[in-house]
């Protein structure tokens, strides 16, 4: 009996101390903070608006050397993430409509559809006579960084610190190319008919249909410094 009531109470302290150690904390944890960095620090896509302005001071030369640079930058970037039309927006004057001829062409040389272009004429105040071109274009933002609230020495519930996460983040929406992909994926380009016919044909009469690979693509190991077989 006293060997049954001893492992009883054996028992009973046991139990007591593995409660004693089960005991929720008191420590107050963010439910904000997750541990994916995405969910932390979600990107988001807005749009922007992006302008330049120049001055076409002379309709025979056009824009100064600073300026032609600046607006083949432009149109560059128009070209590779701008959304929607181009604008260009002309002082009224009487030369305005062939100022807006001149700049047009110039667009449409560098690779800017004629379709895309919205010209137009604006009331001016003062001596600002340049022409003003304009288009919407998407930015990838996230929160800010450097939130240190919490004590990283102090981890006993081994959750994540609010910033986790937020570097990479900031990377993501710095190196994206088109922030638009962050939203929905592109749609497909046309299709190589031609190369899709000889394709066909190969599979149709039993040939390989993969790309033939030259030396330099080879996967092969090198055996320079190896031992002989």
Request: proline share 6%; glycine share 10%; charged share 20%.
């Amino acid at each position: 009996m006293r060997t049954t009531n001893s492992l009883r109470v054996v028992s009973l302290a046991a139990a007591m101390l593995a409660g004693s150690c089960a005991a929720p904390t008191t420590e107050v944890v963010d439910p904000a903070v997750f541990a994916d960095g995405a969910a932390n620090h979600p990107v988001s896509v807005e749009p922007g608006y992006r302008s330049l302005k120049v001055a076409l001071s002379d309709r025979a030369d056009g824009l100064s050397a600073d300026d032609n640079a600046h607006l083949a930058g432009f149109v560059s970037a128009y070209l590779a993430g701008g959304n929607g039309a181009l604008s260009v927006s002309v002082p009224r004057e009487p030369g305005s409509t062939q100022a807006i001829r001149h700049i047009g062409e110039k667009l449409i040389a560098m690779g800017v559809p004629r379709s895309s272009l919205l010209v137009g004429t604006r009331d001016v105040a003062g001596d600002d006579q340049r022409i003003e071109l304009g288009y919407v274009s998407y930015v990838a933002r996230t929160s800010p960084c450097g939130n240190w609230s919490q004590d990283a020495d102090d981890t006993e519930n081994n959750l994540p610190m609010p910033d986790f996460g937020c570097a990479v983040q900031h990377n993501i929406a710095a190196m994206v190319a088109d922030p638009r992909d962050l939203v929905s994926p592109r749609a497909l380009g046309p299709s190589d008919a031609s190369r899709r016919a000889i394709l066909t044909k190969q599979y149709e009469t039993g040939q390989t249909t993969a790309s033939q690979k030259t030396q330099e693509q080879s996967g092969a190991v090198s055996q320079i410094g190896g031992g002989s077989p």
